[in-house]
Structure formats: C-alpha cells, structure tokens
C-alpha cells in the first residue's frame, strides 16, 4: 500500500471524525475495478450505526482536496477517487527499497528444504520442494529476517540399505564413468522389485543394515563411494537450480547423536519403553503414538529429527524453524512438533505443506522405478526450449542459443512449480510451461524483455505529467503496482510463493494489454510519453523484484 497517500487520507478523515484516527493501511482494500475508485476503506467496525449510512454521511463531508477528486459511499466502502498526478507520481517515482513492506518483528528463521534421499535419483518431484524452499529463503529474507537454509539429507535407511545389497549382489566391482546417481536409483529400484518377487531376500538386506550399523569395513567403504556419488550429483543439480544453503545436515549423523541422547529422552513422561521399543505415547493430545526405535533396534525417523532441533537451535538458536515437506508427512510433523515442546523446545515450527507432483504420463514412485528423473526432465524441456528460440532468433549462434534457451526451461519448470498453490497436486505439462502465453514462466520474461526493449528504443524522455494517466489500462496498472507490497508479504506469510507468483501474471498480462492499446512511443505528447514509458519502467522493476525472489532469472532479450 502506499503508506504516504493512505496517511494523508487518514488525517483529512479523522478532522472530521475521531474514530478514523486508528486507521491502519493494511485497512484500506482496492476496488473490485477502478471505475469503483482507486482506493477503498470499509467502515463496518467505525461505525456506530448503519455502516452504509455512516460511510454515506461522512462522504458528504469530504470535498476534493490535494489529494482526492472525489469520494463516494458505495454500501459501507468509502471509495476515494484519487488525483492521479498525485497517486501516479507516488506510485511510480516511489524507490524501490525492502523498508516498504510492513515488518511486525525481524526474526532468525531457520529453513530446511530439499532433503533427497541419497542412492535415489533426484526427480521431478524433488524439483517442486527445491522451488517453493528457495523462494521461501528469498522471501523471509526480504522481509526483514535472518535466515539460515538447512538441507537435511537421508543418506541411511533401508533405501540405502537394498542398493548396497543389489549392488554387492548383482553388480560388484561396476562403477559407470558418467550418470552414476541414475545408475543408483536403477539399482535401488531393482533391488525393490527383487525382494518383493522374494521375501526371502529381505533377510539379507537385514544383514546388509547390521554390518552398516556396526561399521562393517567393506559395506561402509562402498557405502561412502556410493553417497559421495549422489552427493556430487545434487550439488551440480542445485547449482544449475541457483539453490543454496547455509548447512547441510545428514541421517547418518543423527541417528547416533539420536541414540545417544536415549536416556535424557526416557526421563520425559511421554517417551517410554513398550515391548522393547522406545515410543512416544501421544495419545493425550491426540497425536496417537510415535515409534522411536522398533523393538529390534532399528531407529526410526524421529529419533533422528529430535536431535537435528537440538543442534539447530544449540547453534542457531533460532526464533522459527520451517519445514518444507510434502503433505504425506502431516501427522508426523505433528507429533515431532508436540515432541519438541514437551522437550522444552519452544521455537515456533511450521510445516509448509506441499501435494504431488505428476506428469501426464502418471503418477512416479522411486521405488517402482517410473521416476522421471530431474536431468531426463531438463534435457527435454531444453531440447523443446531450443526449438522454440531457433524459431524466433535464426540469426543468433548456438552459445547464445543455449544461454538463453537454458534460462527459458529453468523459468518454464520454476514457475510450473511455484504457480499452483502448495496444497495443490501439479500435473506438469512440458508443452503448456514453456509456452510464451497464459501464466508460463517464459510468458514473464518474455514481457520482462519487452519492456527492457523499450528502454532501449526510448533514449531520453523529459518531464512526465501523471495527470494524463486516466485510461482505464493505465488505472489497472497503478493499482497493481501499489498492491505489489501486499502481495509479496501475503506470499510471505501464508508462505505460498504462488501468490506472489499469480500477482506477477495478473501484472503482466495487464501491462500487456495496456502495451497493445496504448502507444508509448508515439504517445499525443512528450509529456504522456514520458508518464507512459516512466509507468512501464516501473512495471518492470516490480517484475523483475517478483523474479528475483522466485529465484527466477530474467533475461534482458528474448
């Protein structure tokens, strides 16, 4: 919102009645269209009486001014009429600086995001997670907060567990030149597919686990050749990705830490021995129960997760922590929260929740091994990629070909990701995401490059006059620009990077339309010119803002 304007309207309201003097900007809203007014403020808690025939007496007192042409009760709205040379000229000339968005508190938030599993492949469905994470980081940062991004990585388990043994089993000694992580996650599913064909053979899985936990020499040497393979493989993906984090914390690490905190943890009501396992008896708040270690030893997720918060907050001490984890995970975040607090670790914790994603093709499932991989998933976006910007740029040599084809799949997967709400199921369609129309990824830069190329064929514009901003395009553009604070702290807070990514088609799409019905360059005048070419400037910057925190590159052309 823009505070100074609202400011000028809440003192000029409260001459005429005290109640106005509490006003908030957050208080005033937008009409539902701008012919309704440029600003709105609803008086439903101020009034004392009707709310309509309040809001219809106070506009009979309110005549133009400074900054109002006029003002108009619409049911219980006051819906003010805004001089546009004044709400054009703070609007577009307002610089560009973090100290706009309304901060309650700046807080130390810790975000844990990513958490592949090591001796898997890193697939489509990891790509949603890395994206709504990264965005997250950017828009905490933003804000105000000091964040720290976590990686927590399953590099233990029975998935790890039924690799090696596939591997000792069916393929010692092979060690592939190149693709080594898809050649993992071939042999994982493998080992799936063969121990349910043979229950037998989870026996020796089973002892596949003991040597691991013991430290059996062999099964351990191949077990961190085989991690370091995967881990090579996630840094280059997260690198081409522009993902990066702080800390990165590992299972293996936090089952022993885990273990060793098993008697501090006995000493809490809560968390006891039943039938030779250690659970945590939830049933009070109606959480059901949590199985720490199965009465075989084996350590379970939680007893993980308990001493990774310890070493975040021993070392962070953070205010908050965030957990970006899909939605299966629910009631166990649920219980490992309750955990938490009981343990005296009264941090806030949220849990950003996030649905599946699909391809047309179906459902994935690493361990059926239908999984599309994340660099099978690239490669044909970029291969589609390069066929579309050939079309439109023969004259460019393949270097830059690529460069910018390259930038156009990131956006294309990105934005695929991050438009739909975290709570919904993506069916990703590689076609429909790179389009250049509709609300695609490479539809935003392409509007982002368009109005650079304007910058480049305007050389010098002089004085603007915002008055001659009062075509109703124009008006749609002011009030999305003045709403673009709002909607990034709403994404903020509801931690949805999808509402700030819907709030970046609706301004291009209208910047678009204004762009096909109203000349810039050949404007009446100078004048409108300038307001015009000053006014698509600003949309740009505020695109490019949107861009940057979505962890989108933008391109200069296109």
């Known amino acids: 919102m823009i505070t100074d304007i609202v400011l000028k309207i809440k003192l000029k309201l409260a001459e005429i009645d005290k109640v106005f003097k509490d006003v908030k900007p957050e208080n005033f809203t937008f009409p539902p269209n701008v012919e309704m007014g440029d600003l709105s403020l609803p008086v439903f808690d101020l009034a004392k009486e009707n709310p309509a025939e309040f809001a219809a007496k106070i506009s009979e007192k309110l005549e133009s001014n400074e900054v109002w042409e006029k003002v108009e009760a619409k049911g219980p709205y006051l819906n003010f009429y805004l001089k546009a040379e004044v709400w054009a000229k703070e609007i577009i000339e307002a610089r560009n600086s973090k100290s706009e968005i309304r901060k309650i508190k700046k807080e130390k938030v810790m975000i844990e995001y990513s958490q592949p599993n090591t001796h898997k492949e890193f697939h489509v469905g990891h790509l949603r997670n890395a994206c709504i994470g990264s965005a997250l980081v950017n828009l905490y940062k933003y804000s105000g907060n000091k964040v720290i991004a976590a990686n927590y990585m399953g590099d233990t388990g029975t998935h790890v567990s039924k690799c090696l043994w596939a591997l000792q089993k069916f393929h010692k000694d092979e060690e592939p030149k190149d693709n080594k992580a898809n050649f993992l996650g071939k042999v994982y599913s493998e080992a799936v597919q063969k121990t349910e064909s043979d229950p037998e053979l989870e026996k020796e899985v089973s002892e596949i686990s003991q040597k691991l936990e013991t430290g059996d020499k062999e099964i351990k040497k191949l077990w961190k050749k085989t991690r370091q393979w995967s881990l090579d493989e996630f840094e280059r993906i997260y690198k081409l990705l522009g993902v990066d984090f702080d800390v990165f914390y590992f299972e293996s690490d936090m089952e022993k830490e885990g273990k060793k905190m098993l008697s501090k943890l006995l000493e809490n009501k809560y968390i006891k021995e039943d039938q030779g396992a250690v659970i945590a008896d939830l049933k009070e708040f109606d959480l059901d129960v949590l199985v720490l ?32 984890i899909d939605v299966r995970q629910k009631l166990y975040l649920q219980q490992i929260f309750k955990i938490l607090d009981l343990l005296g670790l009264k941090q806030e914790k949220i849990h950003v929740m996030y649905d599946f994603v699909n391809l047309k093709e179906g459902a994935m499932a690493s361990r059926k091994g239908n999984v599309v991989s994340f660099d099978e998933f690239y490669k044909k976006m970029l291969d589609k990629s390069i066929i579309e910007t050939k079309k439109r740029h023969k004259d460019w040599d393949d270097e830059k070909l690529n460069q910018v084809a390259e930038k156009i799949s990131l956006a294309a997967m990105k934005v695929g990701m991050l438009k739909f709400g975290n709570n919904k199921v993506i069916t990703f369609d590689m076609d429909e995401a790179l389009s250049f129309d509709g609300k695609t990824g490479p539809y935003l830069l392409y509007t982002a490059a368009r109005i650079n190329s304007i910058k480049e064929k305007v050389k010098k514009v002089g004085d603007a006059d915002y008055s001659l901003l009062r075509e109703v395009e124009e008006k749609e553009l002011l009030k999305l620009l003045a709403n673009n604070e709002n909607e990034i702290e709403r994404a903020y807070r509801e931690n949805d990077p999808s509402v700030l990514c819907n709030y970046l088609f609706d301004l291009a799409q209208n910047f678009n339309d204004f762009y096909q019905k109203h000349s810039i360059i050949r404007a009446e005048n100078e004048k409108l010119k300038a307001a015009r070419f000053n006014l698509a400037q600003k949309v740009g910057e505020k695109l490019r803002l949107g861009l940057d925190l979505l962890n989108v590159e933008w391109l200069e052309k296109m």
């Open 293 to 324: 270690i199965k009465s075989d030893g084996a350590a379970l997720y939680g007893i993980k997760d308990i001493p990774l918060a310890y070493k975040k907050v021993k070392k962070y001490k953070p205010d908050k922590m965030v957990y970006v």
